[in-house]
Nanobody
């Protein structure tokens, strides 16, 4: 499966963005998906995850209440980001795996088999 993110851009603090993840296959029906981000000089970190089937969502503490992960059909997913802060500045990646994951495993980059190239989000103060 191939993933492609879009929607990143420069935005002022307090603003909103919606990132999109488009898949070459209908992975959002049967794969666990997630968003990660990587800030300059930092390791890639978990942002949010969505389980297939029940559609349970999981969030990093730093974004809970501000970001929402969702899907639209079987080929696309979204990350709605509200109340953006300068510390949200990062390259955001969409990831997917057909494996069953525990709650903790969903936050681990090595659990995901497919990744997009990322989209840059810059939040100005």
């Amino acid at each position: 499966a191939q993933l492609a993110e879009s929607g990143g851009r420069l935005v002022q603090a307090g603003g909103s963005l919606r990132l999109s993840c488009t898949a070459s296959e209908r992975i959002f029906r049967t794969y666990n998906t997630a968003w990660f981000r990587q800030r300059p000089g930092k390791e890639r970190e978990f942002v949010a995850a969505l389980s297939f089937g029940a559609g349970t969502t999981y969030y990093a503490d730093s974004v809970r209440g501000r970001f929402t992960i969702s899907k639209a059909g079987d080929n696309a997913g979204y990350l709605q980001m509200n109340s953006l802060k300068p510390e949200d500045t990062a390259r955001y990646y969409c990831a997917a795996t057909p494996d069953h994951l525990t709650v903790n495993q969903r936050m681990e980059t090595e659990r995901y088999d497919y990744w997009g190239q990322g989209t840059q989000v810059t939040v100005s103060s």
